[in-house]
């Protein structure tokens, strides 16, 4: 049910002015300060939906605690490793360890609140990170009623649309949760034109609510002959209108066509911390246009949809290698040569991801509207060069060209995976840098034996240099260093649930050394926001010159500081669990 406004924005500011909320702390369950039942009842006459109580999903595997889920412990045990699944619990991050709490004490040691899928550990399982309660959003009137609440309690909220976030910006501690994840519509156009254009500037393009996922938008562009660039992620399951697109949005189809942020978004609709609803273009709000496109999600205000540019559908290309080998020195041979190669991949128009773990090379390479002959022109000295090593010990097991008649038949072959096959649900803390083209050319050595020897698991994921590199750095808030970058360089860590926090900040220890080694090939070099999670001069590898203007711009359309969050534009003026300024 609906209802007007009742807060004027006039009322609004005032409260705000005379409560300081800028100058006091947010609030926070369980404080005094935390709306009443009361206040949560009026809230919910004004939805659409039920207000939700987001739990750990895995819940339902203590006794103490199934009584508050409403899934069991078997369902969730077979759908653990589902990121669709995941993505469809209000209470749940693609990685459970973003759903823990951490307290660290002055002697880096501490306490930990976490809900573990065994409940053999002994560990009681806890509320954690996880958001309390919160608005199951499927209109921008529900936007609207959650954003106008949240500012008049003062609370500390969270936007969550997937829960996919490598830095776990999507969830909090005490917060109060703006759930997009249901926000589904999906309306194609061919004769869309951003608000405030000139008549004649239109374009093929697809308008996605802020919940849609890659696999669905995929299917709906299909349906219409279209192509869009988006995210790859085994099930499809990562936002195509969220955090994806505002943190840049890469895709293998990058050096062809762009990032999500750069050649293919055309609008957005926003509702701001004052609970207006913008719609923002080139020509309509550009400024928060700028900042939308690559300033970062959670941060200047809930998108409610995003529209894309689509281009015709045509064929493409793949090409697979997989190998392994028990010399480490031998895979890292090949990875180099990999590396080396990697920037003729990217100007003939390859994109993909060259993935290395347990002594084992996949890569996994597209190219659109490039014909098989072209793709074997591209790799078959590369592959002769992985079949020399077999006298070295390589495990050549797979050396493949292959066509589809469209991009999306090749989506669907590598893409549609089981669902223990999503990579999400696992502990995981990313760190990477984007490796300019003069580093990819000339360290390319080093680089290959740092990522098979030193690092227990990396990717080069080939996803700049093209057309990534052909649009003014200046045009929108993207960290400039995607323009000169070929390539992300990630490595990661994992832990066993066993892990005590002493042993959990180890293991960031670890992280971190790996990123200082990549950084040191190009010192003061950028990062990708959303793959990087440990960073201690976020303004910079984030953002480069483009901090201050995304900080101003952030000033004024959020003044109360709604959203913030974990090196985020404006996070530096909170402290570490963004509750209180500092
Ligand atoms: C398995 C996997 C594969 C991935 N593959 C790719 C890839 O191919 N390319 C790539 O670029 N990245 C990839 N990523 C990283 C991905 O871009 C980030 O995880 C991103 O944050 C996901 O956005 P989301 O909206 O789905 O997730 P969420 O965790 O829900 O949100 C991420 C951030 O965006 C904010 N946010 C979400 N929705 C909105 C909204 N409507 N308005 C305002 N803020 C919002 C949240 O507050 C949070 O800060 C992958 C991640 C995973 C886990
Ligand atoms: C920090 O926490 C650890 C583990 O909980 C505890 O043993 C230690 O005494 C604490 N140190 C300080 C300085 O509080
Ligand atoms: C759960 O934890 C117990 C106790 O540490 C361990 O024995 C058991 O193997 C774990 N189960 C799983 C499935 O990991
Ligand atoms: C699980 O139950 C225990 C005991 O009642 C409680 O302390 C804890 O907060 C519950 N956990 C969650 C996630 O609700
Ligand atoms: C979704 O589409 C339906 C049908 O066109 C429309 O009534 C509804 O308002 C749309 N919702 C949003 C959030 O745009
Ligand atoms: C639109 O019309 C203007 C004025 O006639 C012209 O300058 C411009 O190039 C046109 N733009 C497109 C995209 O056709
Ligand atoms: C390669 O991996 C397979 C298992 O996938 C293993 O049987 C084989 O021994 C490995 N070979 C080398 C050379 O490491
Ligand atoms: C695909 O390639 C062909 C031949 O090179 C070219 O003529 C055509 O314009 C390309 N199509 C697209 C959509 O890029
Ligand atoms: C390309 O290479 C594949 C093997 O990877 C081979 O089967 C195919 O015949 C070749 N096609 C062309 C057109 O060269
Ligand atoms: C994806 O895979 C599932 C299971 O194999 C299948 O049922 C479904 O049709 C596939 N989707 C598409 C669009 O091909
Ligand atoms: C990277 O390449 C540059 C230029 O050749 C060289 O000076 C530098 O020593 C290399 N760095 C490493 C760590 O190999
Ligand atoms: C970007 O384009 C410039 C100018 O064409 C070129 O010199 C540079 O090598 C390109 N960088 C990448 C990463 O492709
Ligand atoms: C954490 O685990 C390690 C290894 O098991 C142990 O040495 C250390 O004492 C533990 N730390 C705390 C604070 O329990």
Not at 234 to 259: D, F, I, R
Not at 379 to 385: A, D, G, L, Q, V
Not at 552 to 569: C, E, Q, S
Request: proline share 5%; hydrophobic share 40%; net charge negative.
């Amino acid at each position: 049910m609906k209802s007007v406004f009742v807060i004027s924005l006039a009322l609004l500011l005032a409260f705000v002015s005379a409560s300081g909320a800028s100058a006091v702390c947010k609030c926070v369950y369980p404080s005094s300060c935390w709306p009443s039942a009361d206040e949560f009842a009026s809230l919910a006459t004004k939805l659409s939906q039920p207000l939700v109580y987001p739990k750990p999903p895995e819940a339902a595997c203590y006794p103490a605690n199934a009584t508050s889920v409403s899934v069991d412990c078997a369902t969730v045990t077979e759908h653990y490793y589902n990121g669709n699944w995941r993505a469809d619990q209000s209470g749940a991050m693609q990685g459970p360890n973003f759903e823990m709490y951490i307290q660290l004490n002055s002697s880096g040691q501490g306490t930990l609140e976490a809900c573990y899928l065994n409940s053999s550990l002994g560990i009681p399982c806890e509320q954690g990170n996880v958001p309390v309660i919160g608005v199951d959003a499927r209109t921008v009137g529900d936007i609207q009623e959650a954003v106008n609440f949240a500012t008049l309690h003062n609370l500390k909220v969270v936007i969550k649309n997937t829960g996919h976030d490598f830095v776990g910006r999507s969830t909090a501690k005490g917060s109060f949760l703006i759930w997009t994840h249901n926000m589904k519509n999906i309306t194609y156009d061919d004769a869309f034109s951003p608000l405030g254009a000139p008549a004649n500037e239109t374009y093929n393009a697809i308008t996605l609510g802020a919940g849609v996922q890659w696999h669905e938008a995929y299917d709906a562009a299909n349906e219409h002959g279209a192509l869009l660039v988006g995210g790859l992620v085994p099930g499809g399951s990562v936002g195509a209108a969220g955090g994806w697109l505002m943190g840049g949005g890469h895709s293998a189809l990058s050096p062809s066509y762009g990032l999500g942020s750069v050649d293919n978004v055309l609008q957005f609709s926003v509702v701001t911390s004052t609970g207006e609803s913008l719609t923002v273009s080139s020509y309509s709000h550009p400024d928060l246009f700028w900042a939308l496109r690559g300033g970062g999600g959670g941060t200047f205000g809930v998108v409610t949809s995003a529209t894309y540019r689509t281009h015709p559908s045509v064929p493409a290309a793949t090409a697979i290698l997989t190998a392994n080998a028990t010399d480490n020195a031998v895979l890292a041979k090949l990875l180099s040569e990999y590396i080396r190669r990697s920037p003729t991949w990217s100007d003939q128009g390859w994109g993909g991801y060259g993935t290395v773990f347990d002594g084992t090379l996949e890569m996994l390479h597209v190219a659109p509207n490039v014909s098989l002959a072209a793709a074997n022109a591209s790799y078959s000295s590369f592959f002769e060069f992985a079949q020399s090593l077999v006298a070295e010990g390589l495990n050549l097991q797979t050396t493949v060209t292959l066509s589809y008649p469209t991009y999306y038949d090749w989506y669907q072959t590598y893409y549609n995976t089981s669902e223990q096959d999503q990579e999400t649900g696992t502990t995981v803390l990313l760190g990477s840098r984007l490796m300019t083209r003069e580093v990819i050319e000339s360290n390319y050595t080093t680089l290959g034996q740092w990522m098979v020897e030193d690092f227990v698991w990396s990717q080069l994921v080939l996803i700049a240099g093209g057309a990534v590199n052909r649009t003014d750095p200046d045009a929108m808030g993207l960290n400039p260093a995607w323009r000169t970058a070929l390539a992300e360089v990630l490595t990661a860590m994992s832990w066993p649930d066993t892990d005590n926090v002493t042993e959990i900040q180890s293991a960031k220890g670890t992280l971190k050394e790996m990123v200082s080694a990549l950084d040191s090939l190009n010192p003061g070099s950028g990062a990708y926001l959303n793959e990087d999670y440990l960073e201690d001069n976020w303004q910079h590898t984030f953002f480069g010159s483009h901090y201050p203007r995304l900080k101003a711009i952030k000033a004024t359309y959020d003044p109360m500081a709604l959203f913030v969050v974990r090196n985020g534009v404006d996070s530096e003026d909170w402290d570490a669990d963004l509750i209180c300024p500092v």
